[in-house]
């Protein structure tokens, strides 16, 4: 054995969810049920995402990210707990990972279509919601009273 690989730690599903325990354990299991947002469908199971029945590419950690908000669908995730749960980062990050992967998912998921479901919540952060279009606008009001 490699001397070096004892020094190695791997990061479990339950290493996030133990440390709170709000969130469900990481990523799916096998034989999860998908998942549906309108028109769009994760298959967690299969690491597949359709939209209108049109296949969706998508890297792995777009993935994990598009899975985490839709298990939490029209609930605002903040910046903290996206970049804890997709890329266990533990404190507060400069990076702009987060903000590149969400521009990606934008791209792929809601480019072709007049429903977008991706929303950024200005200084919250991003939630996926079913009914865009009248969430966007409710969430608009919100904010400007």
């Not at 947002?37 to 590419?57: F, M, W, Y």
């Not at 990076?95 to 919250?124: C, F, P, W």
């Amino acid at each position: 054995m490699n001397r070096h690989a004892a020094k190695r730690s791997v990061p479990t599903s339950n290493t996030f969810a133990s440390a709170n325990t709000k969130l469900p354990p990481a990523i799916a299991v096998s034989n999860a049920p998908s998942l549906h947002l309108g028109d769009l469908t994760l298959h967690p199971d299969e690491n597949a995402v359709r939209r209108s029945g049109k296949t969706i590419q998508l890297c792995k950690k777009e993935y994990q990210l598009l899975e985490f908000l839709a298990r939490h669908k029209n609930k605002v995730m903040n910046r903290n707990t996206l970049l804890e749960y997709v890329w266990n980062y533990n404190v507060q990050s400069l990076t702009n990972t987060l903000e590149v992967h969400m521009s990606k998912l934008r791209r792929k998921i809601d480019a072709d279509y007049s429903n977008k479901i991706i929303q950024t919540v200005y200084g919250l952060g991003y939630k996926l919601c079913d009914n865009a279009g009248n969430d966007e606008q409710k969430t608009k009001k919100i904010l400007l009273t």
